[in-house]
């Protein structure tokens, strides 16, 4: 399996003569040629030898022809399984699609300062592939019981067709590998003989992060029969949300430029690319850089009103710190699979877009387990009894809750107020107080937000502040926080921002990890692969304030995402749009903030600097979604 090796560091503890030890023998009831998973306390036991496992490479036919050839696509999986399986053990499969196992291609990205024609700009941006593939499974899962695979999604690697960016014909290829584990698609070996999964039990968990979670993301929304459960980490549901926000060009986080086309051309790694231009140029031409607008194009890329014919269980995992993915993309999901009734948990942590298991390894290993117990081998292990969601609160400090956000959590307003003598900055607060319009004046590509944050008690001409006191009590903001602002536009910048801010100096996790040089065994290791890893925790910084959530409209959207209508010069309008979602404790002594840009440097496009916001004081709120206590802590 292609995977990063993490090797040197001090003090290396062996987990798995505690945590993942072999226990009692099987039932004297099975007949002793008969191999058989052994379950104790609940859990699949660690019996199988993960260096006598087979191999075994297959090209899955899928039911799509995205590269217009006359013939389906097909996908390559390559797995790992128990030998015991070539004398009658049949077991599920935990598999990780990916658009990666075969690297990636270095692609010039658009530009984001506007000035003219949207050319291709000179700059590439570099994905750190080994954030993505923490590559435990084989160690872990298949001496318990399990085959391990990876599945190469169409147009990369060993596979046929073109990649899309998460249309259907990529949703279809990652489904036929499920189909082909339940004899439902036709496979071949790489020699063409014709091969059939007859190891397989026909349960299917699916894993992975980013793209490799929105994968198992597309393939449960088909309601796939076999796809028992995944766990999606910082995935995608929807790729509006990714590249677009609520009517704007909106991009993801350290990736300023990138677009549909382009992560197309990034992943198109499998034989005769030039076959797939045509995939390229339509992507071009559809995905709409210039307006926002919501289309079929994204419409064809958005899984969330498919929740409801979502057959697996699942556990969705996202880091608050992650402004790649952002936040919005896990907790939509989260609430469509809850409006559709489907098994779920949620895990949000304080790292940015990475995986839980290098800085909470044995919990991770923990639950992940024994949810893949549950839904494939239908073990009672009490995972569904445990509380539903956990919340990392502060870098290592976990806390449980029964749902999210926290029942009785609800929205309270508070009013964007001018302050005394109608000065900036203006005040935060329950009871609104009309007055006269205060202005700003775009900063265009000239300065980031966060240094449009400092200075909070001062006027600055490039932004709108407005403070709450000193707060008495803890706040704790769970969920989407909502904006309503009447202000006018005038100007070539489109994008209203806002931005939700802990004002006061703290030490807080930033979402980036350190190695701690603590090795940590967790499985069977094998040549080159000691099934150990270097334990992670959070890096942090004292910082006089932190950027909570933010959110972005495109003006032109007032009414909807799908349609651009003009807006006159100077004229005030009603303006709504969601921040993103959050989980995040305001301490006693901070003021908590909101600013008002139009311009937001790193992810909104970039216009000449010079457009004019005015905002209309008193008839301006944020909705600020608190937990039980927080309304009374902010005056209400």
């Known amino acids: 399996m292609t995977r990063r090796l993490l090797r040197g560091g001090a003090g290396v503890i062996t987990l798995v003569a505690a945590l993942l030890a072999t ?114 499974y084989d160690n872990y ?41 339940n004899g439902r698609a036709r496979g071949w070996a790489p020699d063409g003989t014709p091969v059939k999964a007859t190891w397989s039990t026909g349960n299917v968990g699916m894993i992975g992060q980013s793209y490799n979670g929105t994968l198992p993301n597309m393939a449960a929304a088909t309601g796939v029969e076999g796809l028992k459960a995944i766990v999606p980490i910082a995935a995608i549901s929807s790729w509006y949300d990714y590249y677009r926000a609520n009517g704007g060009v909106v991009a993801p986080g350290g990736f300023q430029g990138e677009d549909l086309d382009i992560l197309v051309r990034v992943v198109l790694t499998r034989q005769n690319p030039e076959v797939c231009q045509k995939v390229i140029d339509d992507l071009t031409a559809t995905q709409d850089r210039v307006t926002g607008d919501y289309s079929r194009v994204w419409a064809d890329r958005d899984y969330v009103d498919d929740a409801r014919k979502v057959r697996a269980a699942v556990m969705v995992v996202h880091g608050l710190n992650d402004w790649n993915v952002k936040v919005k993309n896990s907790v939509q999901w989260w609430n469509a699979l809850k409006r559709a009734g489907v098994p779920r948990k949620l895990w949000l942590h304080q790292a940015n877009h990475a995986t839980p298991f290098r800085w909470r390894l044995e919990e991770w290993l923990r639950q992940t387990h024994h949810w893949f117990d549950r839904w494939l081998y239908d073990i009672d292990n009490g995972i569904t009894r445990e509380p539903r969601v956990d919340i990392e609160r502060a870098p290592g400090q976990w806390e449980t809750a029964r749902d999210w956000p926290v029942p009785g959590t609800r929205h309270v307003p508070l009013s964007l107020n001018a ?98 040089g603590e090795r940590v065994c967790f499985g069977q290791g094998v040549e080159g692969d000691d099934g150990c890893t270097t334990r992670q925790a959070h890096r942090t910084e004292t910082a006089p304030f932190k950027i909570i959530t933010r959110g972005w409209l495109d003006a032109r959207n007032r009414h909807s995402p799908s349609r651009t209508e003009p807006i006159a010069p100077g004229r005030m309008y009603d303006f709504r749009w969601d921040l993103e979602p959050t989980d995040y404790v305001v301490k006693p002594g901070h003021r908590l903030g909101v600013v008002v840009l139009s311009t937001d440097h790193d992810f909104t496009l970039r216009y000449p600097a010079g457009t004019r916001l005015a905002l209309k004081p008193g008839s301006s709120k944020v909705w600020l979604p608190v937990a039980p206590g927080g309304a009374e802590a902010l005056g209400r």
């Open 23 to 136: 226990t009692a023998p099987p039932s004297a009831a099975a007949p002793p040629s008969q191999p058989r998973i052994k379950v104790e306390n609940g859990e699949t036991q660690p019996v199988f030898s993960r260096a006598e496992a087979i191999t075994q490479t297959v090209s899955i036919e899928t039911t799509v022809d995205s590269d217009s050839d006359g013939v389906r696509d097909r996908v390559q999986m390559r797995i790992m399984r128990p030998k015991e399986t070539e004398r009658g053990l049949k077991v599920p499969t935990i598999l990780e699609p990916s658009p990666y196992w075969a690297g990636t291609h270095d692609i010039p990205l658009y530009p984001v300062d506007i000035d003219g024609a949207q050319t291709k700009s000179g700059a590439v941006v570099n994905r750190n592939l080994a954030e993505i593939f923490p590559g435990y």
């Open 141 to 181: 899962f298949l001496p318990r019981g399990y085959a391990v695979a990876n599945l190469d999604s169409v147009g990369t690697g060993g596979s046929t067709g073109c990649p899309t960016s998460g249309d259907r014909a990529e949703q279809l290829g990652t489904k036929a590998a499920v189909d082909w584990l």
């Open 419 to 516: 302050g005394r003598g109608a000065a900036q900055p203006g005040d935060l607060s329950p009871w609104p107080r009309p007055g006269a319009a205060q202005s700003l004046v775009d900063a265009g590509r000239t300065r980031t937000a966060e240094q449009l944050l400092v200075n909070e008690t001062q006027a600055d001409p490039n932004r709108l502040a407005f403070l709450t006191p000193a707060l008495k009590k803890p706040v704790r903001i769970n969920g989407i926080p909502k904006a309503t602002v009447r202000a006018s536009l005038d100007g070539r910048s489109p994008y209203l921002t806002a931005l939700l801010v802990d004002y006061g100096t703290d030490t807080r996790p930033t979402g980036a990890r350190v190695d701690t």
